[in-house]
């Protein structure tokens, strides 16, 4: 056992320098090369560990996020999966394999396009391709819902079992490929004449690239990401998975057959109590207070003193998804990689005592979102956490004049 325990930290310290090597600026080929020679085939297991050890010993999430193309190039075929295990059909990491197999048809039917396009002497109507191109762009954009689960369900139980480095990493990677299509659904949106030499130019410096980041995403997630949830999560745990992954739907593909385990006696829902709820000014039973959370027209969220995700507000319109997986979870993670320093910014400067609030607006999804943060404090003063509270201020632009009680019919 020591031998083997042995044979992986060399294996992993060695990992650890070929990448080194590449963000040094050594060629793939090179690096790729030398991987085959030195290590063969590679276990997930120890890719993972080699990228988390690298951030925590100092590398930047950013700088592995700005590398992890080229990671997955030298890694790839060298990656070992033969260990995985079987999933039956209905289990939500079937669920999500099926959905990468609906991708990856998509991305098929997008390159046999390209293909017929980019010939020299090939004649078509480029109107007509890019209509088809759109068409299955379309069909792409339903990828929110599969990187949704990925994000707000999958990674806050992974972060439980201590994995937080990749997961961020991946994150970042996802919010790429969210912009490769946004940008591709801008092109679509053009009132310009379509010519072939146009279509051309958006599907080399567009939509193939486009293409090629869902389908390296989907290969990381299928090597690295798949296999360390096997064998990480209990059963217990993908029960929890899939019962939150229901709020958010499905990619492409919906599931047929309803997977249960075998034996559930350990599950228990979050947020199961009973019992009264005294207050200052008054007192609720948790069915009262749960229904008055869910009635204000806003969205909140409250982060603990020590940055943990405690409680949100589950109303019938909730502008930014939440799912119970993130209760616990710090909040550094329930972010994009790109706006972590924000969110550390304000906590400390609630936390500190320099300032209370932070407010911000945004144009989201037809809506004017209205974005603030309050310092939670005690009547000491001590700090307790943070409170979200986010709602939709479209309508209230409109308000003129006065609206009083006796007007109501």
């Known amino acids: 056992m020591s031998e083997l325990i ?10 650890k320098e070929l990448l080194l090597k590449l963000h040094q600026g050594q060629p793939l080929e090179e690096v790729k090369a030398e991987l085959t020679e030195i290590l063969g085939s590679v276990p997930y297991g120890d890719v993972i560990t080699a990228e988390q050890e690298l951030i925590n ?13 080229l990671h997955s190039k030298a890694l790839k075929d060298n990656i070992d999966v033969s260990f995985t295990k079987y999933v039956p059909e209905g289990h939500p990491l079937h669920t999500l394999q099926m959905e990468n197999k609906e991708l990856k048809f998509r991305i098929d039917k997008l390159r046999k396009i390209f293909i017929e396009v980019m010939l020299p002497k090939e004649k078509f109507n480029p109107e007509e391709k890019l209509l088809e191109i759109r068409n299955i762009f379309n069909e792409l954009t339903d990828i929110e819902k599969h990187y949704s689960k990925k994000e707000n369900v999958i990674f806050p139980f992974l972060e439980k079992y201590g994995i937080t480095g990749p997961t961020t990493v991946m994150w970042g990677k996802d919010d790429e490929v969210r912009n490769f299509i946004k940008s591709s659904m801008q092109v679509f949106s053009f009132n310009e004449k379509i010519t072939e030499d146009t279509l051309r130019n958006y599907i080399e410096i567009l939509f193939k690239v486009t293409a090629d980041a869902i389908e390296e995403m989907i290969d990381k997630e299928e090597k690295i990401l798949f296999p360390m949830c096997l064998d990480k999560f209990t059963e217990i745990d993908w029960y929890e998975i899939m019962k939150q992954s229901e709020g958010i739907g499905y990619c492409l593909y919906s599931p047929v057959v309803e997977w ?6 350990g599950y228990k829902e979050i947020g199961d109590f009973s019992g009264l709820i005294n207050l200052s000014t008054g007192s609720f039973n948790t069915e ?21 995700v405690r409680f949100f507000s589950h109303g019938a319109k909730r502008i930014f998804e939440r799912n119970k997986a993130i209760l616990g979870r710090q909040v550094q993670y329930c972010h994009p990689p790109s706006s ?9 400067d609630f936390r500190s005592g320099e300032r209370s609030s932070a407010i911000f607006w945004i144009n989201f999804q037809g809506m004017l979102v209205h974005i603030a943060y309050y310092a939670v404090r005690n009547e000491k003063g001590e700090y307790l956490g943070t409170l979200e509270v986010t709602q939709d ?13 006796l007007s109501y019919d």
């Open 288 to 308: 009262e207070l749960e229904a008055v959370f869910n009635a204000i027209p806003v969205d909140l969220t409250f982060v603990d003193k020590d940055d943990k």
């Open 393 to 405: 201020i479209k309508d209230f632009k409109k308000i003129e004049g006065e609206k009083r009680l």
């Open 6 to 15: 042995d044979n992986s930290r060399k294996r992993i310290n060695r990992l």
């Open 260 to 265: 249960k385990p075998e034996d559930i006696s």
């Open 340 to 348: 972590v320093h924000i969110v550390d910014k304000i906590i400390s």
């Open 57 to 69: 010993e100092g590398m930047p999430v950013s700088e592995i996020q700005k590398y992890c193309d």
